[in-house]
C-alpha cells in the first residue's frame, strides 16, 4: 500500500505546474513540459549559427536586466541592424543577383555619414 500512494504522489508532482525549464526559465510547467521545453531550447541552440555565439553572448553579459526576457529583447534590439565579423549572410549589390557573403571587416561609419541618415518620421 506504501508504495501506491508513494507512485500516486509523485504522478501528482509531476503533473503539477510546479516544474521550470532550465535552459529558457519557462515556469509554470508541468515536468513533460519542462522536459520538451529544454529539448526544444538545446535544438534551437544546436542551430543558432557557430559565428554569432560569442557576439551574442557577450553582448548578454553586458545588459543589466535580471529577467531572461527583458535580456533578450536589449539584445535582439541591439543586433538586429548590426553585422557581426565572421558572420554569413546573403548581399546583393545589383539588385537581383544574391551571392552568400561573409563579413571579414565591420567599418564604423564617419560622423558626416551618420549626419546624412534621414531621420525617421
Not at 45 to 56: A, D, Q, S
Not at 92 to 101: E, I, L, P, Q, R
Amino acid at each position: 500500500m506504501y508504495y501506491i500512494k508513494e507512485f500516486s504522489e509523485r504522478m501528482f508532482l509531476c503533473n503539477s505546474m510546479v516544474w521550470t525549464c532550465s535552459m529558457t526559465g519557462k515556469s509554470n510547467l508541468t515536468y513533460q513540459e519542462a522536459l520538451e521545453s529544454e529539448e526544444n531550447a538545446k535544438q534551437s541552440l544546436k542551430e543558432f549559427p557557430v559565428e554569432l555565439r560569442i557576439p551574442i553572448l557577450f553582448l548578454a553579459s553586458k545588459t543589466k536586466r535580471s529577467s531572461f526576457g527583458d535580456m533578450a529583447e536589449d539584445v535582439f534590439a541591439y543586433a538586429k541592424d548590426r553585422y557581426f565579423i565572421g558572420e554569413n549572410l546573403e548581399t546583393s549589390f545589383t539588385g537581383n543577383k544574391w551571392k552568400d557573403s561573409h563579413v571579414l571587416q565591420v567599418i564604423a561609419p564617419t560622423d558626416e555619414q551618420l549626419k546624412n541618415i534621414p531621420k525617421n518620421g
